[in-house]
């Protein structure tokens, strides 16, 4: 049986390591088992935002990820 599955974390940028690591390390394993797996984060990068495209889903892997702009206070 197959799942649709949602991930929600407040970044993906590669200088955060920790959570975002392991989500982008554990989505891809759900996608080969067969799930739908989505996230939605932010283009939050320290000082700075990534350059992403946002609002619009991103196919990373079979992971479809979506970025929305980060807001005050940015921590």
């Not at 959570?19 to 000082?47: C, E, L, Q, W």
């Amino acid at each position: 049986m197959s799942m649709s599955i949602f991930h929600s974390i407040s970044r993906l940028s590669p200088q955060a390591g920790g959570p975002p690591k392991a989500g982008m390390d554990m989505a891809p394993a759900m996608v080969g088992r067969g799930h739908d797996v989505s996230i939605y984060t932010t283009n939050f990068n320290g000082a700075d935002d990534l350059d992403v495209p946002l609002g619009v889903p991103l196919d990373a892997g079979g992971v479809m990820v979506t970025y929305f702009p980060v807001h005050a206070p940015r921590f």
